[in-house]
Each structure stands twice: as structure tokens, then as C-alpha cells.
């Protein structure tokens, strides 16, 4: 498989990539330490990311891995801090780690889905920025979801929280981009990963049009990182939801209450 050029030089970049242990966001990194970054990968789960280290170390050596909780918002920022003690900066991060919905009831799952998906991600971004915009140079990547931009039903917290995640990317981004600085909010469509398993019955399975691998995901990220675009999106046919439901909102409300399951 032939490897997408990138408009951001990568070749010695520091990058750093969050719930890459499994899934999407392993697939990210190692992509990137593909083209030469340096990649420090992220997640909770230690013997998972020893292993994604070693991948990572076969395509760029300098490469390595840091247990995390992201959730822990203080232990994210000091984390990110020895990354750029360690390397001199951080020119790439990935926010990349989330949660489904969770299970519960009252408020606390919603903090729950907030912690990690929302306020991680905004954690970091704010705690990388201020060297970027001193050297005038890098890019903050943050994975949100269609659901953000086109709730369904049975995803309040989920939804919200990806919502939340773009809005305050998209805002963001006239604030930084004059420093040089890049911000992105990835929408990778339904990609087959260890959160979404439960809807692998192909009863269940999303249309083929919205449907992506984790390989195109990763190739569009190397495609788009640093670009013009704040939206880097996997499956541009999306954007028509939120067109729908804002034209026709009892129609699209219909449709969405006839695929609910019973």
C-alpha cells in the first residue's frame, strides 16, 4: 500500500497520540512514526502499548509509549510537559482516546463521557498550544464523531460530548491559526473498532457510505494534517444530516425515530 504524502513535515516531528493502544489511534500512530515522527503513544493499558511501542520503534527508534489516564486531566498536562522536557517540543498531538456511551443513571455517567472525551482533549490542546504559537509551528488533531453534529438516539452523553469537542476546536482555530498553528477535528465515519464490537452484527452495521477502515482513517490524517481544512472528514456524504435536519426536521426526526430499535 502505497503511503499519502503530508503538507506537515513529519520526518523528526515529535508527535504525540492518545488511546493508542488499540484501535484507530494505534493505527494513527504508527502512520505517523511511518513518515518519521517521533510518536509517543499514549493509553491506560500498559502490556498493550509495550506492544504498540515496539511497532512504533521498527519504523522510528526514538520512538516509545506513556501509561495514562487521560481522564486525569492534571496527569495528562504533566505528561504532555515531560514529553516536551524530554524532546524540546510537541508537534503533533492527537487527541485521539474516548469513551461510548456509558452506563448509569443521574449526572455522573455524563461526567463520566465529559472527563474523557471533552475536557482531556481540551486539557491537552491548551497545554500544547503556547509552545506551538511561540515557534509558530504545529498541529492539534482532535477525533470527534458525526453524532456530534447529527445527534441519534441512545447517544445523549456520547453526542454531547463530541458536540462540544468540535465547537470548541472550530473556535479555537481563528484564535491560533494566525500563529501558524493548525487545529483539526477529525469525523472518521463508522470505523470497525473494540468500542463500536457490539455493532459488528451486520444487522446493525451503518450504511457502506459512512463506513471506513482504520487505514483510510489513518491516511487521511496524513493527507490533511497541517492543511487549510479545520474538517478533516472520512465520509463527506455526513455533512448531510445536519443539512436535513435543519430543512426538513420532522422528516429527519421521523426517519430517525423508525430506525430506533423496539
Known amino acids: 500500500m502505497s503511503t499519502p504524502s503530508s503538507r506537515f513535515p513529519l520526518a523528526g516531528a515529535i508527535a504525540v497520540v492518545t488511546g493508542a493502544s488499540s484501535g484507530l489511534g494505534r493505527r494513527m500512530a504508527t502512520e505517523l512514526a511511518l513518515h518519521g515522527a517521533v510518536v509517543t503513544a499514549v493509553a491506560r493499558r500498559r502490556e498493550r502499548l509495550e506492544q504498540v511501542a515496539d511497532e512504533l520503534r521498527r519504523r522510528?527508534?526514538?520512538?516509545?509509549?506513556?501509561?495514562?489516564?487521560?481522564?486525569?486531566?492534571?496527569?495528562?498536562?504533566?505528561?504532555?510537559?515531560?514529553v516536551e522536557d524530554e524532546h524540546g517540543r510537541i508537534d503533533v498531538l492527537v487527541n485521539d482516546a474516548g469513551i461510548g456511551e456509558p452506563e448509569g443513571e443521574g449526572l455522573a455517567p455524563y461526567r463520566k463521557v465529559m472527563e474523557t472525551n471533552f475536557f482531556a482533549p481540551v486539557?491537552?490542546?491548551?497545554?500544547?498550544?503556547?509552545?506551538?504559537?511561540?515557534?509558530?509551528?504545529?498541529?492539534?488533531?482532535?477525533?470527534s464523531s458525526d453524532s456530534g453534529r447529527a445527534p441519534t438516539p441512545g447517544e445523549a452523553a456520547y453526542s454531547a460530548s463530541k458536540a462540544a469537542l468540535s465547537a470548541f476546536t472550530e473556535a479555537l482555530s481563528f484564535e491560533v491559526e494566525r500563529d501558524g498553528v493548525h487545529l483539526h477535528v477529525l469525523y472518521p465515519g463508522w470505523v470497525p473498532t473494540e468500542m463500536t464490537q457490539p455493532e459488528r452484527d451486520a444487522r446493525r452495521l451503518p450504511p457502506k457510505l459512512v463506513r471506513r477502515t482504520d487505514d483510510q482513517i489513518a491516511e487521511l490524517l496524513?493527507?490533511?494534517?497541517?492543511?487549510?481544512?479545520?474538517?478533516?472528514?472520512?465520509?463527506?456524504?455526513?455533512?448531510?444530516?445536519?443539512?436535513?435536519?435543519?430543512?426538513f426536521p420532522r422528516t429527519y426526526r421521523r426517519g430517525l425515530r423508525a430506525a430506533m430499535p423496539e
Not at 62 to 82: I, N
Not at 128 to 134: F, I
Open 123 to 143: 486539557a491537552g490542546t491548551l497545554a500544547v498550544l503556547p509552545g506551538m504559537r511561540a515557534r509558530h509551528h504545529g498541529a492539534v488533531v482532535n477525533v
Open 222 to 247: 496524513i493527507r490533511g494534517l497541517g492543511g487549510p481544512r479545520l474538517e478533516l472528514d472520512a465520509t463527506r456524504i455526513a455533512r448531510l444530516a445536519p443539512v436535513g435536519r435543519a430543512l
Open 60 to 82: 522510528s527508534a526514538d520512538s516509545g509509549y506513556a501509561v495514562c489516564d487521560v481522564s486525569d486531566t492534571d496527569g495528562f498536562v504533566a505528561l504532555l510537559r515531560e
